[in-house]
């Protein structure tokens, strides 16, 4: 398998991570490659049990092949390596209590909004989000920003932002601890001082990113 190959094929699996699923077209389009080609690493995929299809209908012809990673698929993706991580969390449940536990993750997070805010600095709210989404970057998250724009131009309006990360570096921690991603919530809170942030999507609900909305008040 040559290089270029092997980049493509992650760059589907990229889009598939980010869209949660796409037409063998619209993978084309976004990689500005033929559908010849994305078809080809698509059967390579499937082979490898990295992704899998669905056929819908559309209209009066063919159906149409709709291609979503699979499970496995997200391993390939930076998650930190946190298998330690959980078996040590468990093993601090069994000795001290699930409550004990929620404190000291309660605890990292407050310490992390503080390592954040140091780092972000004091400047606009467009600049610090900039920064968080570069940072989270840094430590293996998929993140992206940007900001809301609405239709009805109200200059009173106050400026509202959208953080989305299409992979979870503490997946696994999540799953059997789901307490840390309110922590993690209160943190992103903490960090932008003199913000609201509210979820708009949870990779732990079964939709394929986490989404924050975050505006000043």
């Known amino acids: 398998m040559t290089a270029t190959q092997t980049s493509t094929k992650q760059d589907i699996l990229q889009q598939l991570l980010k869209q949660g699923q796409a037409t063998t077209q619209k993978l084309a389009e976004a990689l500005h490659v033929s559908p010849q080609a994305v078809r080809r690493h698509l ?54 209590g699930y409550d004990q536990v929620s404190s000291i993750l309660r605890k990292q997070w407050e310490r992390k909004a503080i390592e954040y805010r140091q780092r972000l600095g004091t400047g606009s709210l467009r600049e610090r989000v900039k920064n968080l989404v570069e940072l989270r970057r840094a430590e293996g998250y998929m993140a992206e920003w940007h900001q809301v724009d609405f239709q009805d131009a109200n200059p009173a309006q106050a400026a509202q932002f959208v953080i989305t990360e299409y992979n979870c570096a503490i997946s696994h921690i999540a799953e059997s601890f789901p307490s840390v991603c309110g922590h993690e919530l209160e943190m992103f809170a903490a960090t932008l001082e003199g913000c609201k942030v509210e979820r708009t999507h949870w990779i732990i609900n079964g939709e394929n990113r986490c989404g924050y909305l975050i505006r000043s008040q």
Do not use: C, W
């Not at 059967?43 to 056929?55: N, Q």
């Not at 209209?59 to 997200?74: F, I, T």
């Open 43 to 96: 059967k390579d995929l499937e082979a490898e049990d990295l992704i899998a299809h669905a056929s819908i209908q559309t209209g009066m012809g063919r159906p149409q092949h709709v291609y979503q990673l699979s499970r496995g698929a997200r391993s390939r993706f930076p998650n930190s390596h946190d298998e330690f991580a959980v078996s040590l969390l468990d093993t601090l449940a069994e000795t001290m």
